[in-house]
């Protein structure tokens, strides 16, 4: 509409401009101006504002300037021709200029397209999974179409997955999810109510369906806007492809790994069942067969071997199944208020012939205040430092358990004094199936520590190990405290009668 | 030795059924075997044991009904067995009127230990004795005085009962939830943490080194236990 104001006023100023100097100028001068005036128009406002005000100056000029003055009628020959030419230049000039500007405002759309795609693209590969890809797509549509729109993505078998409706557009909140399996099948783009179904195609599968909620008519009409709309969903379609495709090979490492720790924990027990089993088959079979041959001493030997060494299948079984009840699936925690001290006896109660030989100094103050823990499991942890406490340091030394609050938490120390442990394995040794010596006799299945970390993580506490500065290593635990409830009758501390 | 008491085993398991029978035979007891818990229920009308041994994992019925069908029809003492993923159940069962449990795998020593501290209790009830004593520890139940080799230590109210309910059950476990029940009453049986403090208390009390106790044991996740050295 502008433009055409301008189409008439262009000509208008054109003559006012003129009008004073006309005594000097001649009739080629005149016409070149109103062509300039054309030219402007024609630059600034396209075709149809340059004719109306080529239209325009022809008659002004001939009016205003040709002679005879202030008539249309032109008297001489060479400003007709002047007139015609430039009528045909305004035309020729307007015409290559709508051209340009048409090119100049397509390639300003294709941009934006194309910077639209862009950034789609840059979002979607730092997408971290599939809902990562359909929150972006979303995103993305409703700031490219400001339309409402949803992504479901099919599982391995095709079915489309419910999205969580909480983060569904109101607009969208009851999409028929049969109806949107039925499209995702024929997969052919579908219009329907107000809805657009556009089923997204990876490059060896169909991924999902984007469907675009608006009123009609659509926002895409052209041909333009449709392949953008193509482009869009095919790269969200590879996008989804891609993320799967990577799941998959995740999949596969970590089954890979789970498959070689299996392989070890196999092994590794087959060897510490296998080593008392041949123990107790070789003293049992042996007392079978020669039983009349022995003395009473020798077969109170062969029977104690069958004793230590079954007991010993019967903690390393007892541990395995612990591990498998932990690793089968979260920690369920049965917590109370317990006192750490009675936890600490109990561990060296069960303990007891394994510390025969050794001092346990326990340093336990009398303030330590009760911890809200799972008992059975924080005993499980301590005989596991306890015996590896024995286990890793010479017989007769000491072993230190000590315990104190430390900002907010309960930290207890189990301290032995052997060799300590090999540099650089501290957190190492928390591993599963971790052995610090293979060859040696004390492996065990290498569970313990693994165990303990659990345990301790599922109570919101840490574990570590380290070395002390003299000899010897160190394992702490620390627990986080919480408010204890107080008791509700302080019983009076007077003496009973 | 025709004249030893009559235990009952109730057990699944062949095998443990043939090792506690030789066991306990050659340690005096006489025995008759229930494979399952209908069977068990039955022989305790017919064969009229002074004890029973209970196996948690039973074929047809759970261990804490049969214990609950075996306290509605007497109270003779019931052990029971219990393997280590069955924490709880052996809790409720104790809770259900069971008197002791013994964790398998154990070995012949520690079940005659327990059955003879469960018929220690039946015989002669520690309650109505007037002095116990195990190791330096010396209770004297009718004036109510606590001596540790032989000097007074003094106990307040509340830590004299929890002391006389573990003499009445000594060297037997006794639960959280009894213990709480009778000491403080029903309403503070989820009040765990009572005990831990008076138990404490008692423990620095009477034991030397209370992180390692002799006399008060704890049973972690079920109880206590006051040894008979």
Known sequence: MLGYVWGVSAPLICTLTIWPLQNWLGPASILMTYLLGVFLVASCYGRGASMVASLISAPVFAFYFARPIFSFAIQDLENIISLVVMMVVANVT??????????????RQREILASALYRLSRDLSDAKDQDAVACIAVEHIRDEFEVES????????????????LSLPISLADIDLTRAQHIFENRKVKKENSNLYCPLEGSLAWQGILIIHANMPFPWQTAEQNAFLDTFCHLIGQTLER????????EATIQAETEALRNALLSSISHDLRTPLTRIIGAASTLIENDAGFSTLERLDLNHIVLDEAQRMSELTGKLLDMARLSSGEIILHRDWNALEEIVGSALNRLDKHLKDRPVRTIL??????LWIDAVLIEQVLVNLIENAVKYSPAGNPIDICGKTEDGYCRLAVVDYG??????????IFDKFYQGDPESDQSGVGLGLALCKAIIEAHGGVIYASNRVGKGAEFVIKLPLHEPPQVAEPETTGIMS | MSEGHLILIIEDDLQTRRFLTSSLKHRGWRTVEADCGKTGLAMLKSENPELVILDLGLPDMDGITVTRRLRQLSDLPILILSARSQEQNKIMALDAGADDYLTKPFGGGELNARLQALL???????????????????????RRKVFLSNNEVHI?????????????????????????????????IGDQHYLRIYMGQLRHKLETNPARPRYLLTEVGVGYRLSLS
């Open chain 2, 156 to 188: 307040t109210p509340i830590e004299y009962r929890l002391l006389t309910i573990l003499i009445r059950e000594a060297g037997l476990v006794v639960t959280h939830r009894q213990l709480l029940q009778e000491v403080w009453g029903a309403e503070h």
């Open chain 1, 419 to 428: 060799p300590g442990i090999a540099k650089g394995k501290e957190i190492q």
């Open chain 1, 150 to 165: 949803v992504l479901l993505i099919a599982d391995g078998e095709n079915r489309l997955k419910t999205p969580a409706s």
């Open chain 1, 94 to 107: 307007g015409n290559l200029l709508e051209k340009s500007r048409l090119q100049a405002e397509l390639a």
């Open chain 1, 243 to 250: 993320l799967q495709l990577a799941t998959k090979a995740r």
């Open chain 2, 120 to 142: 220690r209790r039946v015989s002669r009830s520690f309650v109505s004795m007037e002095i116990f004593e195990t190791g330096e520890l010396k209770v004297d139940l009718t």
């Open chain 1, 365 to 370: 103050p009398d303030s330590l205040p009760l």
